[in-house]
């Protein structure tokens, strides 16, 4: 079947109307382990492929590559994009919405994929084992405390400048070009503290070579049971990485349902899901007139905390 040659705008892209599923995953946030598992379940015959009849075809590129490499040849797209970062914050941070679709009128929501957790952790040398005494601690030490992250805009950052709004503290933000080496001076006692993407620290977490002092979702997650959530300390805290799909406007109904649909069984696999869970994440089916709302929300709530922040991509 040909392939569709309109213009279309967004980060992923899903065709229904070709024989070739393809699938273009941005690089958010160095966010590998999570990336790797939506392209798993989108891309692979095993799952979303094979509820559409579809032979599959999958690629990675920079979040900025993605976002206009999806601009020709497809009809449907996944946009890959999370509440604290990326589409939704970079469109906070620039003057110009027009490579985010979700806001810019030109794309429909058609379901939400699965949401992972940020983490908040120290050096082992920080005099701290919770997060009610790292407040303490910061306001006795206003402005000599410093946190970590990927870089500016992304997950780790927000959910670290969300924080400091709700808490009152003065922490520094240091950023870094990805969370490896944000990590690596963590480890070293370069930094104190370093809120990362919980797939990129669990394995340091779990062998005792960084101090978890909380997750950055509402509630515990089942990989790190004895972490408690930032919000067992500081109510209402909520910093969450969401992944959903979006078509272009016009797009039919009848294939947005059916993409929401498929997309929801996939949710549904237990292997699927048990993956989910080791990395601190779950998934989150829903409809895609919910899906909506959660990105007016968090859209909203990311763009107060930008602006609080002060944060700019260009």
Known sequence: MARDTRR??????????????????????????????????????????????????????????????????????????????SARTTQSMRRSTKSFPLTSHDSAPVAGTMRLTNVMEVNLAVPVNNVAEFIAYARVNPGKVNFASGGVGTSPHLSGELFKAMTGVNIVHVPYRGGAPALTDLLAGQVQALFDNLPGSIGHIRTGKVRALGVTASKRVAALPDVPAIAETVPGYEA?????????????????????????????DPKLQ????????????????????????????????VKFAGAKAD
């Open 8 to 85: 279309w705008s967004g980060s992923t892209r899903v065709s229904t109307t070709s024989s070739l599923l393809d699938v273009q995953m941005p690089e958010m946030d160095g966010l590998a382990a999570s990336r790797a598992i939506c392209a798993r379940w989108a891309a692979s015959k095993r799952y979303l492929s094979d509820y559409l009849g579809q032979q599959s075809s999958s690629r990675t590129g920079s979040a900025q590559v993605g976002m206009s490499a999806c601009n020709l040849h497809s009809p449907l797209h996944q946009m890959v994009t999370r509440s604290s970062s």
């Open 240 to 268: 969450s990485v969401w992944y959903g799909i979006a078509a272009p406007r016009g797009t039919p109904p009848d294939i947005i349902a059916t993409l929401n649909k498929a997309v929801n069984a996939v949710l549904a």
């Open 274 to 305: 048990a993956r989910l869970a080791e990395l601190g994440g779950e998934a989150m089916p829903m409809t895609a007139a919910e899906f909506g709302k959660l990105v007016a929300a968090e859209t909203e709530k990311w763009g107060k905390v």
